[in-house]
């Protein structure tokens, strides 16, 4: 008799299906911009939930620092739930937007991708500290990659087109001296 699967091996065991054409994709990513301006008002971006996250952490521990410190005020001042804002559910969305279309195209598996001079917990590491330098930025800049380059940039900000091609420039110059690691 063959061995039952549990939910996870089913998962991650699944074939793998090519991924979807980039072309497409940045077509419909284009459509869902345009939608959520047209109906929201808002653009598509992801920094401003750090923002609203911490809010709500600070307004767990200590409700009365946040109506101290105008930037939080701002989120979570007073009765103000600083998880009751658009942002929340758009990155709901995206989370099991993105863990359905990997579910349903094979590609959910725990691993690591690294190159092979770089240790998993060297990885790690990085990942984590380069994320914190990028939040960091994109609080700083008042916008994440998503939110200045595809919201801005679509709506012909200035700033953000030069936003967008620093971040480029940088990123080749990282990548440029950094490729040692993965080759």
């Known amino acids: 008799m063959a061995e039952k699967k549990s939910w996870y091996q089913k998962i991650i065991e699944r ?3 090519p991924y979807a054409n980039p072309y497409a994709g940045g077509v419909l990513l284009g459509v869902a911009l345009f ?3 047209l109906l929201t008002g808002n653009g ?3 920094s401003a939930m750090f923002a609203r996250l911490n809010g709500f952490l600070v307004d767990l521990v200590a409700p009365s ?3 101290r410190v105008p930037q939080l005020l701002k989120i979570a001042g007073g009765n103000r739930n ?6 929340t559910f758009e990155i709901i969305g995206v989370i099991l937007g993105a863990f359905t279309a990997g579910v349903l195209r094979g590609h959910v598996r725990p691993e690591t991708t ?3 001079k770089v240790s998993e917990r060297t990885r790690w590491i990085m990942a984590f ?3 914190m330098i990028f939040v960091y930025g994109a609080r700083m800049a008042r916008g994440c990659t998503s939110g200045q380059v595809l919201s801005g940039g679509a709506t012909l900000s200035a700033g953000s087109w030069v936003i967008a091609m620093v971040m480029f420039i940088v990123a080749y110059v990282v990548a440029f001296l950094l490729r040692k690691m993965w080759n």
């Open 15 to 17: 074939p793998e299906k």
């Open 35 to 37: 939608l959520s301006l």
């Open 44 to 46: 598509l971006g992801a």
């Open 65 to 67: 620092h946040v109506d």
């Open 82 to 87: 600083p998880l009751d804002n658009w942002v």
């Open 114 to 116: 690294k190159g092979p």
């Open 129 to 131: 500290f380069g994320g």
